[in-house]
């Protein structure tokens, strides 16, 4: 079945360090591919998406490429920055449902301090 | 209002108690589902509405969990006789659409403690 391995953590970054987070995908078909975000007391929310092989998903300095070929969809930032302190959940649509029904990974907590 | 609102955003139950939990998606959005997210995991999905029709409710633990939207806005899960393991927080997500390439939006979710 589909499912989505996410990179473990928490992960501490300094200000302005590069900021990678890995996530692999199994899927039967071909499915979209999500970021989404946890700000600290807030809902999750949409960072980006990727609805195809090669395409890339930007947002707030952020981007992730759908990769077929590895069934990846890391995550890059090249230099963050304190209010980026959230946790990362990697996600992508569940086919077999042929709704936009979301799988997502376990999360991955980042902290970047000043 | 603007956004997907949850109510209440903290539930505290004893074990065997029946709990309701609310959500308001943003008005005019055709889809919602119902998540669970145990402490440290990932959101793990419970049923899926489209308007007043439950399309997909194979994500439910148990007949203990039952949810409704009969005029297809507001939406209730139902959880009966909570058991400790029923602890989590519950998020409730809507979309305009029903497309797989959509964004869904949450809201900030019902914390549930079973004691």
């Known amino acids: 079945g589909d499912s989505v391995t996410q990179m473990e953590g928490p992960v501490t970054l300094s200000e302005e360090a590069f900021l990678t987070i890995n996530c692999t995908y199994t899927?039967?078909?071909?499915?979209?591919l999500f970021w989404y975000v946890q700000y600290p007391g807030e809902g999750l929310q949409l960072l980006l998406k990727?609805?195809?092989?090669?395409d890339k998903g930007s947002n707030k300095g952020f981007e992730a490429t759908y990769r077929k070929e590895t069934t990846s969809f890391h995550l890059e930032k090249g230099s963050v920055q304190v209010s980026d302190s959230a946790v990362y959940f990697c996600?992508?649509?569940?086919?077999?449902?042929?709704?936009?029904?979301?799988?997502f990974g376990t999360g991955t907590r980042l902290t970047v301090i000043p | 209002g603007a956004g997907v609102s949850q109510s209440p955003r903290y539930k505290v139950a004893k074990r065997g108690q029946d709990v309701a939990l609310r959500c308001d998606p943003i008005?005019?959005?055709?889809?919602l589902f119902w998540y669970q997210q145990a402490l440290g995991q990932g959101p793990e999905f419970l049923t899926y509405?489209?308007?007043?029709?439950?399309?997909?409710k194979s994500g439910l633990p148990s007949d203990r969990f039952f949810a409704e939207r009969p005029e297809g806005s507001v939406s209730t899960l139902k959880i009966q006789r909570t058991q400790q393991e029923d602890s989590a927080v519950y998020l409730c997500?809507?979309?305009?659409?029903?497309?797989?390439?959509?964004?869904?939006?949450f809201g900030e979710g019902s914390r549930l403690t079973v004691l």
């Open positions: 997500a809507s979309s305009p659409g029903t497309s797989g390439t959509g964004e869904l939006f």
């Open positions: 899927a039967t078909g071909y499915p979209s």
């Open positions: 990727a609805t195809k092989a090669d």
């Open positions: 996600a992508l649509t569940r086919t077999q449902t042929g709704a936009n029904n979301l799988f």
């Open positions: 008005s005019g959005h055709v889809s």
């Open positions: 509405f489209q308007n007043e029709a439950q399309l997909d």
